[in-house]
């Protein structure tokens, strides 16, 4: 993995910028005093999901991955990230409500297209990769030469994947690169991509086509 601490190609204010998943705190006008709008924020402030939302206003990689796990780690004990008990909030988020159902739908349903298709010796990215669990947590014992490249904007991101691959240790070589989506300028070719959270983040449908067309 290169020393992303040492990247001279992107500024750190314009890394901030384009990173469009989070980072982004602004409260419209005349939302401050709605009383649901401040009873919502008390109640997120209560457990760090919530508070990484109130602060962020989206989801960086770190806390995808909770999300997507939540259904194998979390549920059956109905356990938060920090070993409480979940509120009632953090588990109508993570059980009911239909966004984040459908984020940990996503994630199953893209492990099993991917699985079925891996064959020896492809070559895969995760665009925009966060801790990459899409691609990290495939059956790799029947196809053995596989590539992964873990493709994010956000260092802090990348070093988390990296760990994330050390731990979960798959027969696989990955190379991480620290890369705005829309700018890749690589004449990288792969035979599978999976691109999970970064669309919805982009109100431009023109600018949704130009990420897809480029990869
Ligand atoms: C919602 S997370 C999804 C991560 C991953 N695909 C997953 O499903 O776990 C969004 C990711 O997009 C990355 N990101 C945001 N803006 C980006 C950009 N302009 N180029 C590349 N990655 C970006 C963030 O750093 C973050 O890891």
Redesign the pocket.
Known sequence: MPDLRAGPAILDSEICM?????GHNTLSQGEESDPEVVRLRRELAEFPLGRFLLENL????????YV?LYPDKGRATATSSDGQPVTELESWLMDRCPILRA?QE??RIFRGLTQSRLRPGMSLA?????????LLTLDYTQTPGVTLTA????P??LGEAEQNFRQLNPPVDVTFEQ?????LCTEQRWDLL?????N??VDDDGRCTDFYRSV
């Open positions: 384009n990173i469009i998943s989070h989206g989801l960086n990689g770190h806390w995808t991955s997507l984020t996503r994630f995760a665009l925009p990769a966060g801790l990459m669990d899409d493709v994010d904007l956000d802090e991101t890369k705005d989506a829309w700018q999976t691109s999970n959270g970064l919805i983040y």
